[in-house]
């Protein structure tokens, strides 16, 4: 645990040092222009609407989180959701975790029982403050993440499922028990099978002490309780990237999984993390693209 302190205050340090110069230091910095006060905490979010935004016609909102020890400027520098909204006309808010380095309190904790539960009950706030303020299109609200962030949008699959319309995760730190979910949210996930953070092969890593499960028998476990058929469909193997996909999913609820044979914890197509610490950031697929198309197909099926 010691050493991945350490790796976490240089890899903030390193961010830091990135930032310090021109345009790349605005798009890093830990900024955020919305907040509200959920559990009696005050939590905080950076959101972005498009120019397009037009308060007469509902649009879609994804939520999107920063891993352990990242904020929201830098989930969007990294994952460059932004620039897809202006595209595609939907909002994009990047809320923030809390404590140092900041994290998501996505799995129970005996010494904060109450952990988990203030956390959903945040984005339900949230998700509650943005309706008001915007005109939200209920059916298309999607969340995703890195990392530990990819774990909490796990949890919100499994606690507020009718809130979500589809998920999506990246190098997910997935330390949710799946026996408590309902299912039926549709799910988009990717690992690099060299990521140094969260092993692809599941166990404790050098630099965490976590159990972080097997992910292929995560992602098959989901497809489970999803109601799938048994069995994933390879429809994609090129270069490094392999693509499966579980079919007869109930009520169109589809898992489809990206692997990167030489990924590491970092976002597929997205902006580099520091290579040493986090691994290879493959530019073979865009993670960000193929997610958005995932959730509105599968946002359409359901109408």
């Not at 028990?177 to 692809?200: E, M, S």
Request: charged residues 20%; proline residues 6%.
């Amino acid at each position: 645990m010691k050493t991945f302190l350490k790796i976490v205050v240089l890899f903030v340090c390193v961010m830091v040092v990135v930032g310090a110069v021109g345009v790349v230091a605005w798009q890093v910095a830990d900024r955020v222009n919305g907040h509200l006060v959920s559990s009696g905490e005050r939590r905080e979010y950076l959101l972005h609407v498009p120019g397009s935004y037009d308060a007469s016609t509902p649009v879609p909102l994804v939520i999107t989180l920063h891993g352990f020890a990242q904020w929201p400027a830098n989930q969007a520098y990294v994952s460059q959701w932004n620039k897809l909204a202006d595209e595609e006309g939907f909002i994009v808010v990047y809320p923030s975790g809390t404590g140092f380095p900041k994290r998501w309190r996505a799995s129970w904790d005996e010494s904060d029982p109450q952990a988990v539960d203030k956390e959903v009950q945040y984005f339900k706030d949230l998700l509650d403050q943005l309706s008001r303020d915007y005109k939200i299109d209920p059916e298309q609200i999607f969340v995703n993440g890195l990392s530990n962030g990819a774990g909490m949008a796990l949890r919100l699959a499994c606690e507020v499922p009718e809130r979500v319309a589809a998920i999506g995760g990246v190098a997910g730190a997935y330390l949710v028990d799946l026996g408590g979910c309902p299912g039926g949210v549709p799910g988009i996930f990717f690992h690099g099978k060299a990521d140094p953070i969260v092993p692809f092969e599941g166990g404790p890593s050098e630099r965490f002490a976590m159990p972080f499960p097997n992910i292929a028998n995560f992602v098959g476990d989901y497809a489970q309780l999803n109601h799938c058929e048994p069995g994933a469909q390879v429809f994609l193997t090129q270069g490094n990237v392999s693509g499966a996909s579980y079919e007869g999913c109930e009520l169109g609820a589809d898992v489809v999984f990206y692997t990167i044979t030489d990924g590491g914890h970092t976002w597929p197509g997205g902006r580099a993390l520091p290579k040493r610490i986090t691994g290879k950031t493959s530019d073979e697929l865009d993670a960000t693209r193929l997610m958005w198309d995932f959730f509105v197909e599968h946002s359409a099926a359901k109408k």
